[in-house]
């Protein structure tokens, strides 16, 4: 059932799939601005009929898709002609989405399989005659008419049928736009600014110094302007920054370029590291690796012509492996540096829980749930359930009994994400999220402390730590890390490439190195050691 739930937005996404790997328009994708209201952020332009029909198209299984989503849906994706998805700023129903179906034939809501409705009995809503859709709440299926379908979430329906694409940005933008081959992306950065420029800045310390500057990029820009035309054997993919004005044209052209010098530089770093004294062999790989990486970073270089800044990509798959093989040390540093941003982000999350148990109970967790004679059963991560949004998973612990009891060790694999590190290879149910254990330290082997109880300030005293991988804890047991404070780096150096994370006690996470000065290390696990902290 819940596979046929999902079939129209699949065939919405099977489309738009299609487009970005294989499939090239012969026509423009019809940047009609209606259904386009005015608060949109975002629309996609798929011109499915061209694409299905494309001779590229030849080797694609079009006769499978095809009898699949008749069976299943009750629609020949060879009689779409085009769609438009629509994206809005979320609203208090949660995300807004709309996504314009239209066909080539006639279809009625019978013709549909019956098993994607959860009615078959239209309902009214704001004035129109809606079919409930079977997948996220609030999904509604609306026929205009008999060519012309539209399927909307977040209470986005009406806006969408009403939009006339007149006075919004998006709309605005949209129908200044000459239609290209492929498909066609435009969003707006307008409403939504602050919350991305907040979320890049949030993450700056996740990044290198060098390319930092990137997290600007939003204030620089109103708007992108995506578009794909794969074509047999190659493809073009340009994007197009609309700047503010031109000075931020010119800005945004210069962090791009130091971005891609930056990029380049590191891949040329560690290809010559690997060859290094090496062979004959391994010397001419660098040389062909350089001459190679020129190539690239010359494609990528942007183009500044007056407030748009853009990037045109033509590909030839015959070079494809020997480009990502070369380019896979720097993914491999981009993806150290996602699963970084990640194990930052759950221990933001300890951070709020911890604060916020403060609050409410006046001091920080005891380390562990005890029983009536102080006897340890659960961790402290246990406690913060509550805070971190499970409340259902901690209401099904037994609190009073001990956490490899048979009840409590079932819930062993029902880890939270918060508790998990993704750059630690950990076993299902194990975290090296600890807290620092010892009579310098903020949590005592029992008891509780409080913030006024921190007398070198809660800036420069740590709270929770990434241990040593081999170091992992089950997550429900009430282990932490019993610090060496005169020496405490070799319980704490490889979380990750470099360094690990420590979450301070005001909240900030901060990433250490591992060449960190020992004594500084050691003043920053005491509370009121009354040292002077350069951190």
Request: charge should be negative; proline fraction near 7%; aromatic fraction near 6%.
């Amino acid at each position: 059932m819940f596979r046929n739930q999902l079939y129209l937005p699949l065939l919405v996404m099977l489309m738009s799939g299609v487009v970005a790997n294989i499939g090239r328009a012969e026509d423009g994708a019809g940047f009609s601005s209606q259904y386009l209201p005015d608060d949109a952020i975002a629309a996609v332009f798929v011109p499915v009929e061209s694409i299905l029909s494309d001779p590229g198209m030849e080797m694609f299984p079009i006769e499978i898709v095809q009898a699949q989503l008749k069976e299943n849906v009750g629609i020949d994706p060879l009689h779409i002609s085009k769609v438009k998805l629509v994206v809005g700023f979320p609203g208090p129903a949660g995300p807004q989405f709309g996504a314009v179906i239209e066909l080539s034939q006639d279809y009625d809501i019978g013709d549909l399989n019956e098993k994607l409705l959860r009615s078959t009995e239209p309902q009214e809503i704001e004035g129109l005659s809606v079919f409930p859709f079977d997948g996220p709440p609030g999904t509604v299926l609306y026929r205009k008419d008999a060519r012309t379908w539209i399927v909307a979430m977040g209470g986005y329906l009406k806006q969408v049928v009403d939009a006339n694409g007149e006075a919004g940005p998006l709309p605005k933008l949209v129908s200044s736009l000459q239609p290209q081959k492929g498909v066609t992306a435009v969003a707006v950065l307008q409403s939504i600014r602050p919350m991305v420029s907040g979320i890049l800045r949030q993450n700056a310390d996740q990044m290198p110094q060098e390319i930092r500057e990137l997290t600007e990029v939003a204030e620089l820009t109103d708007a992108l302007i995506l578009n794909v035309d794969y074509q047999l054997g190659g493809g073009k993919v340009s994007l197009a920054a609309m700047a503010r004005d031109d000075a931020a044209a010119t800005e945004l052209d210069r962090i791009l370029n130091d971005a891609i010098d930056y990029g380049r530089d590191t891949v040329m770093n560690l290809v010559s590291a690997q060859s290094s004294g090496g062979t004959e062999v391994d010397k001419a790989t660098a040389k062909y690796a350089a001459r190679i990486a020129a190539k690239v970073t010359e494609s990528l270089r942007p183009q500044k012509s007056g407030h748009r800044v853009s990037v045109q990509l033509e590909s030839n798959f015959a070079t494809t492996g020997v480009l990502v093989g070369l380019l896979l040390p720097a993914v491999q540093a981009a993806r150290e540096a996602a699963r970084r941003m990640s194990a930052s982000n759950g221990m933001k999350q300890i951070a709020l829980a911890m604060h916020n148990h403060h609050a409410a109970f006046g001091s920080l967790p005891d380390r562990a749930i005890r029983d009536a004679d102080g006897k340890p059963l659960l961790s402290w991560r246990v406690k913060l359930l509550p805070f971190i949004d499970e409340q259902g998973l901690y209401s099904q612990f037994h609190l009073d009994e001990p956490w490899d009891s048979e009840h409590n060790l079932k819930l062993l694999p029902l880890m939270p994400q918060n508790y998990v590190d993704p750059s630690v290879p950990a076993e299902p149910g194990y975290t090296v999220f600890q807290l620092p254990v010892g009579a310098e330290t903020l949590f005592p082997e029992q008891g509780e402390r409080k913030f006024r109880d921190v007398l070198d300030g809660l800036s420069n005293t740590i709270m929770a730590v990434e241990t040593n991988r081999s170091l992992a804890v089950p997550w429900t047991k009430p282990a932490d890390i019993e610090i060496d404070i005169n020496n405490p780096l070799p319980q704490l150096g490889n979380t990750h490439p470099g360094g690990f994370h420590v979450l301070m006690a005001d909240g900030v996470v901060r990433f250490v190195t591992t060449d960190i000065v020992p004594e500084t290390l050691k003043a920053l696990f005491t509370y009121q050691g009354n040292e002077v902290v350069q951190f």
